[in-house]
Nanobody, 124 residues
Framework: QVQLVESGGGLVQAGASLRLSCAASGLTFGAYYMGWFRQAPGNGREFVSVINRNGNNKEYADSVKGRFTISRDNVKNTLYLQMNSLKPEDTAVYYC?????????????????WGHGTQVTVSS
């Protein structure tokens, strides 16, 4: 049974940093593309970042480029998202997602497995 468990969210002030983690189990972690998505109230699930299987290719949404960094540890079966210079508009529930070969890596519906999310709230 695949499980993705996010952690590291919280309430911070604008300009602060947070590091999200996603612990994976029940899958061959290194065989999966891993993504981060977020969902703010009233909005759909939005692409944030994706990393390929060995970690040497990463993509970011324009809204987070230069502030967020995705990484993975295929020994610890863990995905990370380092978020710096946080803004109030980054407030959302952040989800990690896994798929062995997403056709469109930026499309939430192309991912098979999801965590339950972790709340990030950035105050101004």
């Amino acid at each position: 049974q695949v499980q993705l468990v996010e952690s590291g969210g919280g309430l911070v002030q604008a300009g602060a940093s947070l590091r999200l983690s996603c612990a994976a189990s029940g899958l061959t972690f290194g065989a999966y593309y891993m993504g981060w998505f977020r969902q703010a109230p009233g909005n759909g699930r939005e692409f944030v970042s994706v990393i390929n299987r060995n970690g040497n290719n990463k993509e970011y949404a324009d809204s987070v480029k230069g502030r967020f960094t995705i990484s993975r540890d295929n020994v610890k079966n863990t995905l990370y998202l380092q978020m710096n210079s946080l803004k109030p508009e980054d407030t959302a529930v952040y989800y990690c997602a896994a798929d062995i070969a997403p056709q469109n890596q930026r499309l939430a519906s192309d991912y098979n497995y999801w965590g339950h999310g972790t709340q990030v709230t950035v105050s101004s």
